[in-house]
C-alpha cells in the first residue's frame, strides 16, 4: 500500500479554489446513511520468521446522519469475522474532526494460534492452541500529547497451551484466565485489575545446576553464555529504578486448581516434584520495583504429600527479587 500510494514523480498538485464571494454560502451536504457490507481483507506479516496469515470476513460499516460538519458525533457501526476463528463488534459514536469517539466493543472467541510466530519469535516456545474474548468500552480522543484512550471491562483467555520449542513438553497453559475488572489506559499510560482468575493453570520451574532458571532460558534475548548475560544483568540493575513504560497492577491473583512441576537441580541430591490442586491467591502483582508480592499457595504432592508456598517476588524482576519459602 505504501508503494501504491507514492505519489508519482511530476505528478500535478492542484492549486486550491479561491471563494468567489465571502457571502458565498458554504456547501451543506447531508447523508442519512453510508454502509459498506461484505469486506474481505487479507493480512500478511512477513517480520517473523514464519509469516503470520489473517483473513478478514465479513466486514461491514455503517455510518448514519453524515455532514460536513466534522465536529459532528456521527453514529456508528462496525464489525468482522477471522476466518483463522473470531468475531469483532463495534457500536457507539465517533467525532471525525477530533478523531474522538465512544465505542462498545465485543470480541469473542478470537483464535491465538494463528498469532504463534510473534510468541516463537522471542522465546524457544510453541503456542498450539487458545481464544481470546472481551468485552467494554472505549474511549478515545486526539490530544496535544498524543492519543489518549480508556478500556473499561473484562476479558478471558481460555483453553491455552504453550510447549517448549525442542522437546514439545507443556510449558505454560490453563483452562481458562479471566478479569471482570480490566482497565487500561494510554497518555498516562497504565493496565490495571482488581482481580484475575486463573483456573487450572499449569506451570514448570526448574533451577538448573548453575541456578539459573529454565524461565530465563527460553527467552531468545538471554544468551546462555556468561559475558552476554553479564551485559544483560548490568543493564537490567541499571534501570531498575527508572519507572515501567508500561505501568501494570493486579491487586489480587486467585488460582484455583493449579498444577506445577518444580525441580531444584542445584541440590545435593537434585529435588524434583509435582503439586496438582494447586489454590491461593497472590495479592499486590506490578510492575513497580518498589513493590513486593505477597503468595500464599497450598496444594498436594504426588499421591499422600502436601505443599506449601510462602513468601514474597518481585514477579516482573523475578531474577532481581524472589523470596519463597517451599514446604513439601
Request: charged residues 25%; without cysteine.
Given at each position: ?177 479471566s478479569s471482570n475488572s480490566l482497565a ?67 491487586e489480587r491473583l486467585r488460582i484455583v ?72
Amino acid at each position: 500500500w505504501a508503494d501504491i500510494l507514492e505519489k508519482a514523480p511530476g505528478a500535478l498538485v492542484a492549486s486550491p479554489v479561491k471563494a468567489e464571494s465571502a457571502t458565498a454560502s458554504p456547501l451543506n451536504v447531508q447523508l442519512a446513511r453510508l454502509s459498506l457490507k461484505d469486506l474481505e481483507v487479507d493480512f500478511i506479516d512477513q517480520s517473523p520468521p514464519k509469516p503470520v496469515r489473517l483473513h478478514v470476513a465479513k466486514g461491514f460499516v455503517t455510518l448514519k446522519d453524515l455532514s460536513l460538519d466534522l465536529n459532528k458525533a456521527v453514529p456508528l457501526e462496525a464489525g468482522f469475522a477471522l476466518r483463522q476463528g473470531g468475531r469483532l463488534d463495534a457500536s457507539g459514536t465517533v467525532i471525525p474532526g477530533l478523531a474522538s469517539g465512544r465505542l462498545d466493543l465485543k470480541l469473542a472467541g478470537l483464535s491465538l494460534q494463528p498469532f504463534a510466530p510473534y510468541v516463537n519469535q522471542f522465546a524457544r516456545l510453541n503456542l498450539h492452541s487458545g481464544t481470546a474474548s472481551t468485552r467494554g468500552k472505549l474511549t478515545f480522543e486526539q490530544t496535544k500529547s498524543g492519543m489518549k484512550l480508556d478500556f473499561n471491562g473484562g476479558f478471558a483467555v481460555d483453553d491455552l497451551a504453550i510447549t517448549e520449542e525442542e522437546t514439545e513438553e507443556a510449558f505454560l497453559g490453563w483452562k481458562k484466565l479471566s478479569s471482570n475488572s480490566l482497565a487500561v489506559r494510554l497518555s498516562p499510560n497504565r493496565l490495571r485489575m482488581n482481580e484475575l482468575v486463573a483456573l487450572n493453570p499449569f506451570g514448570k520451574v526448574i533451577i538448573f545446576e548453575d541456578k539459573s532458571i529454565n524461565l530465563q532460558r527460553v527467552l531468545r534475548s538471554q544468551p546462555a553464555d556468561k559475558p552476554a548475560a553479564t551485559d544483560a544483568a548490568k543493564a537490567k540493575h541499571k534501570s531498575a529504578d527508572q519507572p515501567s513504560a508500561f505501568p501494570l497492577s493486579v491487586e489480587r491473583l486467585r488460582i484455583v486448581g493449579g498444577n506445577a512441576e518444580f525441580a531444584d537441580l542445584s541440590l545435593t541430591p537434585q529435588f524434583g516434584t509435582r503439586m496438582y490442586d494447586l489454590g491461593g491467591v497472590v495479592t499486590g502483582l506490578s510492575t513497580d520495583p518498589a513493590t513486593m508480592a505477597l503468595v500464599e499457595l497450598d496444594g498436594k504432592v504426588d499421591e499422600f504429600g502436601s505443599a506449601r508456598i510462602r513468601g514474597s517476588i518481585q514477579p516482573f524482576r523475578a531474577t532481581d527479587f524472589t523470596d519463597l519459602k517451599l514446604a513439601f
